[in-house]
Every structure is written in C-alpha cells, then in structure tokens.
C-alpha cells in the first residue's frame, strides 16, 4: 500500500470514511492537513468477513501500521459504518446538527486489542409537515465544507450530487434541514431494469453536440413541466427513440437531464424561497458528477459559488476536535 | 382446449388479442358477441419458436380447429403482433384515429396454407408542444368501447390502468390524443431493483387500515408536491419505514399511492384543462388494479362513469368491420 503525502506535519489522527462501497483512511496532521490517504474496497457490503470480524480485518488491513507506528493515535469514523448494518449503530440526532452535536452522539466501538474507535452520527431531518429525512456520511462532508470558509457557515445551500442527492440547508454553522432525491438510483435502475434501457446501445457514445442537446431536451421538459408530470414524461426516452428523433446513444442523456431537472426543479424552487437574497451554493461530489451538475444549474440559471473537492477528511478532523480527541485547528 | 360460450349466434370472424406476454382468441358471432374465448401463453415474447414458424404454432395450436370447421371465416389481429417485433410491422397511424384509420393503415401477414391476416396498427400522437407518444393494443380496446355507446364515443376520457397507463382523449369517434404513465414499472423497477424494496417483507400484508393510510399518504404526497418533487418524495418510502412511522408491510402501498398520485395529478389537471364542464371517465383494465384506481380517483374527488371489461374483442369486430372482412353490427 502507497502512501500519497501532501503535508509534512505531525500525525495527530486517523479518519475514516467508511462507506457502502469503500473505505478511505486519512492520517492527518494538527493543522487538518492530509499526511496520507489510502483507499480499499472494504466497503461495509463488501467486507473480508462477515460481522464485526470483518471490520476489525479491513480496518486493520488498512492501516494497522500506522498505528504501529504511533499507537496513541485517536481513530474517528463516519458514513454508513455507523449504520444498523454497520460495525456499531449510531443512531440517528436531529436537525439542527453540527460537529459538536455528532460528537456528543457519537458511538464507541472497541476491537480486539483494547483500541477503540469512535463512530459519527448520521442525521434526521423530521420536519412537521412533510415525510422525515436522513443522511449519514454527508453531515462529515458539510462539517468539512463549513471549516473551509466562515462566510458559508453562516448561510450556505449545499448540493450534494449522487445516487440519493442531498440538498443542505446550512446556518449558523448547523445543518437545519435538507431533502435526498433519488436521482442517481432512478436512473440506474430505470437504465438497466426498465423498458427505457432496451433501446440505449451497450456501446458507442453520442457527438459532443448530440449529447448536450439530448441533455437540454431532459432540463426543458423538467423545467417546463406541470406537478405530477415526471412518470409520463420518462415515456419520452422511449418515444424519442422509436421515432428516431434522438439518436440511441444520446437517450440515457435525456434521461439524465430529466431527472437532474426535475431534482432542480424542485430544489431551486426550495433556496428562492429560504434565500431570496440569494446565498452560496456549494457542490461537493464526484467531479464528473458536479461538472453535469454546474452545465443543468448554469442553464436553469443558477450559480455555483464553489465546487469542492473531499471535504470528508476535514470534517472527520472537526468531529474528533468536537469530541476531544485533539485538540482543534487553529 | 375448452371453448367458453357466452352467445348462440353463427360465426363470422376469429379475432386474436395478441400482447407481449399473452394471445387471447375470440370466435365471434354477426352481432359482435363472442360465441368463444381462448387464451395461450405465447405471448410475442414467449413463443414456442422463433421467428415466423412461432407466430404460425402459436396461431394454429390457438384456433386451428375453429378454421378447420369454418374455412373461410377471416381472421384479425392487435396489440404487440403488429410491433417491430411482432409477426410483421404495421407502422404507427396517427391521431385522430378510428377504427376505419386502423383498417387504412393494417398489414397483412400470409400464413402457410395461403390463409391471410389483417394486423391493425398502432397509434402515434405527435404534439408540436411536446414528446411524441404511442399506444399498440389500447387502440383496438377503445374502439371496442365506444362502440358500446354513442355517448361515450362523442366526448370522453379513458384511463387505462397498467405497466404503461394510458390517458386518452376521445373526440367525434376517434382518438384525438393521449399520454403514457409508466406508472405501474416504475413500482416494479423500484419495489425490485432499488434500495426502496429493502424494507419491505417479501411476506405478510399490511392490515386494511394500515394499507388505506399508507396508500392514502402516498396520495396526498402527490397531490400537495410542488414541480419536480417525484424523486424526493420517492425516498420517503424508506424514512417512513426506518422511523418506523409505517409498518414494513404498508410501504408498497405507500409508494403505490405516491405513483399513481403522480398520474392522476397530472391527468385531472389535463381533463379539467380539455374539459372545463367535464366529460365521461371512463376505466378499462385489469380488475383489480381499476378498484385500486377507482378509489384513488375518488379521493381526489373525481368520479368514474363506467369500470369496463375486457373491451378488445369489440374493438376487433369494429376493425374487421371497417376493413370490409364482415359486415358491420346493426
């Protein structure tokens, strides 16, 4: 396993983002700097043993020499090892949350050789008048966004693009509310298990210029359509095939556009009406992902303030600052 | 193979109601009345040969013994047989569309022993203001239904429940145009294949009043959700279930209501639109789904005229009809 060094400070912690599909580790110095990082494909679903056996052997593999290296080196974790099928719940707090409530939440969890390892918090948003909400993983990647720039602190509007979107409502350094859509498992699941898929090639991709019109075609339909619209206008990625006024490999791209329009739709209607003096919007995601993202809102109209890149260690780093386990960065 | 008989007339035409995934026949009498009925598995999908010589086993193993008694009774066809994929293609017509455009427009497909067949095309509806649409099937079940009154067959509206729902407008006797929901493979795609169908119990069902509830909050969910709120409100099918505020069992129909909550939205507001003093509401399809529907409908305070039966026999009769094969009904 390689170590990738971008800092030359002192370790002081060793942060987990220990997800479904991966683990990521980050031995990171006092300043919250990255000493080093590694990746493996422990992800909670897909672990070398089943139980807790197999976290303990992936977080081992992972980085057991670091801590041979320096033993007292405090160990944080968060995502979905925090999960009911996780290493050991940490139930759920509410909104409004921040590192200090994660903290004070947090669940320990003990391996073999008498370590322990403190596990954040997933959050719930349970507002009145609607259906509950949760995330668990993202509220780590906020906390780091936020120790970034205190202006964002203040009053930001995070988008989090992904298989389950997140759009965050951020004040006063708390997360006070958001909504998941189900943008990314929507596509897939109606790319490779619905009739829409049948006629999207395996191979092959669309011109440069097909693509982006097919994609603008999805933001224009969303944007322009009526409550309820969204399980007739899929039909479209059908009927435009059929008909042969898209060209098969540009499909999957209104598709795409359709259901990131109507997640903006929704989502852009939501900051005109908690910000109507506007207010940053900061993407944090997968960069190809984000970059898809910034082309739907620029032509929405929208503006991103910034794109971030993994702000994950970063807030593993101000929730072992929150719980005490270092001391916070200066 | 049991011949159900419901009339005692002489028969005049073999009409095959031929989907994706089942053949029904119908020997029918002067009248328009079924003297038998038959059903097969060899749906277009499921033959017991590929190419030609399946459709040819398919129609022979259905109906041979009906032609061995009366050689000369013509024979028509509907729904997938006439798809790209069918027994040959007979191109989409477009709206308005009646059962006279269908016999303008149908193939004819040559069977071995130099027997023939009409197969009745689909429909195309292409508005200038938006995605085409198609329908192969529903075409022929229409005809069949405003045949049945003069009334319905000036001015109405027929939803047809199902995989892909269909909303159709129907003007002076023909189709003037029509929407597809892809409601119902949408909660299959979701219930199967994506992390929504995790919390709900392959076995047990919900208590009736706790399936009302849950199907009655999808509902509202829909009525009430502002542009673009479909892949939002989609994950409430998991928060209602992981805060336990709906048991495991009433999920599904919790995501059930939210669906068809999306359709009808969308379809009132379009009838309220066409028909500002309204227009009979017609409902054609399986049972089953209709009552589910049928209450859906009337929580959102619409009222059905008439819950149809299987309608496509009729259609046949009136499309052989206006292909000259047999005289039309008195």
């Keep these: ?68 290296a320096c033993p007292d080196l405090p160990v944080v974790a968060g995502g979905m090892v925090g999960s009911a099928q996780g290493w050991v719940e940490a139930p759920y707090v509410p909104c409004p949350a921040d590192a200090r409530s994660l903290a004070d939440h947090a669940a320990w969890v003990e391996v073999a050789d008498g370590r ?8 719930l948003y349970d507002p009145p008048d609607a259906a509950p909400d949760v995330m668990r993983g993202e509220e780590v990647q906020i906390a780091g966004a936020l120790a970034e720039n205190p202006a964002w602190a203040a009053s930001a509007c995070v988008a989090m693009p992904g298989t389950h979107s997140k759009w965050v409502r951020v004040a006063d350094g708390k997360i006070v509310g958001f909504a998941t859509h189900m943008t990314g498992e929507l596509f897939a699941v109606l790319k490779n298990h619905s009739l829409l898929g049948r006629l999207m090639p395996a191979e092959g991709v669309a011109s440069p210029q097909d693509e982006a019109a097919a994609f603008a075609l999805g933001l224009d339909a969303a944007r322009d359509g009526e409550p309820g619209a969204l399980p007739h206008q899929l039909f479209a990625t059908r009927t435009l095939g059929l008909t042969r006024r898209l060209p098969p490999e540009a499909l999957s791209h209104y598709l795409s556009g359709l259901l990131i ?44 303030t910034a794109q971030l890149g993994n702000t994950a260690p970063r807030g ?15």
Tied chains: 1, 2.
Excluded at 276 to 292: E, F, K, Q, S, V
């Design 1 to 68: 396993m390689t170590d990738h060094f971008d800092s030359t400070g002192s370790p002081v912690l060793v942060a987990l983002d220990w997800g479904t599909s991966s683990l990521r580790g980050f031995l990171m110095d006092e300043a919250g700097g990255v000493l080093a990082e590694r990746a493996s494909p422990h992800g909670i679903q897909h672990l070398p043993h089943p139980g807790a056996a197999g976290f303990e052997a992936a977080f081992a593999a992972l980085c057991g020499d670091w801590l041979a």
């Design 116 to 123: 322990r390892l403190l596990i954040a918090p997933g959050v």
């Design 261 to 304: 329009g109507h997640e903006l739709t929704a989502s852009l209607a939501m900051t005109r009406r908690v910000w109507p003096n506007g207010a940053p919007l900061l993407l944090i995601g997968d960069a190809g992902l984000c970059r898809r993202y910034a082309r739907a809102l620029d032509h929405f109209g929208a503006t991103v």
């Design 316 to 330: 593993l780093f101000q929730f072992a600052a929150a719980a005490g386990l270092i001391a916070a960065a200066p």
